[in-house]
């Protein structure tokens, strides 16, 4: 069995070059005579891959200095809860756009501890597309306003940001994270779990502007207190030491392909491939308006339940897997994300082409 292309949502495939040089590794890292995993996290070689992977996550996204970046566990699922214990604790209100499952799930969370207002909702049209904002609608008392940037679900993507003034803007950019360039000093807080374009399942990187933390509610647990986490530099309790490791292999990598402006060329050029092909196609159709599409996460459908099915299988046995859409939306679902080869799109946009042409 060689290799497939993988198009899963997330967990996602990962650079083979990552795989080899982690394979290499895996007993004897360098000279510690031992694996990463066997390391103690606050050995000489471990701080040198926590430190490395810091610098790293800050020269490719260009993060300012007045914040922090935080290696945390609990996945982006736990972010839910996070922001609204440590940021909502002024007014203890925030904003919200509901663009998705992941919003609604975000929202649901803040609503335990705070007043949130859900400015926007694209649920209507089974969120394919993002909300028109009117900013006379947002609360200028709001202690932060949320959006979830890319939705791995619905394939949209916010491609103008909500203009919040001094309300710190928040984001999950768990499946768009280092996909294109983002300029870290408009957002209070960006986070994403590793799983969709860092790495492996189990880290959660967080990007937070310095002066929004340290006013945590009294509930807040310790381990939820981005604060203890800053002044710990990650290392309050052990780190999720490996994937950590991983995903410093994989921003080496990204460097290697000239930093994210030239991955975002890369990715820019992968959607465009996959996107003409459906916007030409009498069978296949994007679920997405134009205007909103995401570079990452590409539904699409036939007007069949049954083709899409004979898709699927068909696909998976021609090497191209996790092409199922989100039981939400049905049909299918091509997640592209950086690991993704322009060669993998080309591919599957060859497949689908003969699979149009034997079943007219
Ligand atoms: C996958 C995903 C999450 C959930 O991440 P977990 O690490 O599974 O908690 C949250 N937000 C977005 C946008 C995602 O794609």
């Not at 381990?223 to 710990?232: L, P, W």
């Not at 004979?310 to 049905?330: D, M, P, Q, S, Y």
Request: net charge negative; charged share 25%.
């Amino acid at each position: 069995m060689s290799r497939v292309y993988n198009f899963s949502a997330g967990p996602s495939m990962l650079p083979k070059e990552v795989l080899e040089k982690a394979q290499k590794e895996m007993v004897e890292y360098g000279a510690a005579g031992m694996s990463v995993m066997e390391m103690s996290h606050r050995s000489k070689d471990y701080e040198e891959i926590i430190n490395s992977c810091e610098a790293l996550v800050r020269e490719l996204m260009h993060v300012p200095d007045n914040y922090k970046v935080l290696f945390l566990q609990g996945g982006g699922s736990s972010q839910f809860a996070m922001i609204p214990m440590n940021l909502g604790n002024k007014n203890k209100k925030c904003d919200i756009v509901i663009t998705g499952q992941w919003a609604k799930k975000a929202a649901q969370e803040a609503e335990r501890y705070i007043t949130v207002n859900k400015i926007a909702s694209s649920a209507d049209k089974t969120f394919s597309y993002i909300p028109k904002l009117d900013k006379s609608t947002f609360s200028k008392d709001a202690d932060y306003f949320y959006i979830c940037l890319n939705n791995t679900i619905y394939g949209t993507k916010f491609n103008q940001l909500p203009d919040t003034g001094d309300v710190p803007l928040v984001a999950d950019i768990s499946s768009c994270i280092m996909s294109e360039e983002l300029d870290v000093s408009k957002f209070g807080l960006l986070f994403a779990g590793a799983q969709k374009n860092l790495g492996p399942a189990g880290v959660t990187l967080v990007i937070v502007r310095e002066d929004l933390i340290g006013n945590q509610m009294d509930i807040c647990p310790t381990m939820f207190n981005y604060q203890i986490h800053a002044d710990n530099g990650s290392m309050y309790n052990t780190p999720p030491t490996y994937g950590i490791y991983i995903m410093k292999l994989v921003l080496e990598w990204i460097k290697e392909q000239g930093g994210v402006a030239a991955v975002q060329k890369i990715n820019e050029k992968k959607a465009d491939i996959l996107y003409s092909f459906l916007d030409s196609s009498k069978m296949f159709r994007g679920t997405v308006v134009p205007e909103d599409r995401s570079l990452m996460n590409v539904p699409f459908v036939t007007d069949d339940d049954d083709l899409n099915a004979k898709f699927i299988k068909e696909a998976k046995e021609a090497g191209f897997v996790n092409l199922k859409g989100h039981r939400t939306v049905g049909g299918m679902r091509a997640s592209i994300y950086n690991a993704m080869p322009v060669e993998g799109v080309e591919a599957l946009v060859a497949f689908m082409k003969k699979f149009e042409e034997e079943n007219k």
